[in-house]
Nanobody, 117 residues
Framework: QVQLVESGGGLVQPGGSLRLSCAASGSIFSINIMGWYRQAPGKQRELVAKITMGGTTTYANSMKGRFSISRDSAKNSVYLQMNTLKPDDTAVYYC???????????WGQGTQVTVSS
């Protein structure tokens, strides 16, 4: 089992920045990929960015150039730096840990990000 705890959400004005953090605990040796997803009201959950344990990153097209995912292996943590935030970025952001074999996903409780003036 893997436990994920997110932090760092909040209210920010358009054009502002936020940094989300996700700390993993438990059977972390089994994790292959960690990432961030988001879900806005009335919409499906979507990928924001993900990073493999080897450091390869993937971003959703709308986040490229504005968001940056990173990890700290020593702290078993992954981060999402969000810049130039827009009202459309308003959503609950979820941390995800993925195991490849067998396929299994773990989710954090989510952290609210609201972009509004």
């Amino acid at each position: 089992q893997v436990q994920l705890v997110e932090s760092g959400g909040g209210l920010v004005q358009p054009g502002g920045s936020l940094r989300l953090s996700c700390a993993a605990s438990g059977s972390i040796f089994s994790i292959n990929i960690m990432g961030w997803y988001r879900q806005a009201p009335g919409k499906q959950r979507e990928l924001v960015a993900k990073i493999t344990m080897g450091g390869t990153t993937t971003y959703a097209n709308s986040m490229k150039g504005r968001f940056s995912i990173s990890r700290d292996s020593a702290k078993n943590s992954v981060y999402l730096q969000m810049n130039t935030l827009k009202p459309d970025d308003t959503a609950v952001y979820y941390c995800n840990a993925h195991e490849l074999d067998p396929p299994r996903d773990y989710w954090g409780q989510g952290t609210q990000v609201t972009v509004s003036s």
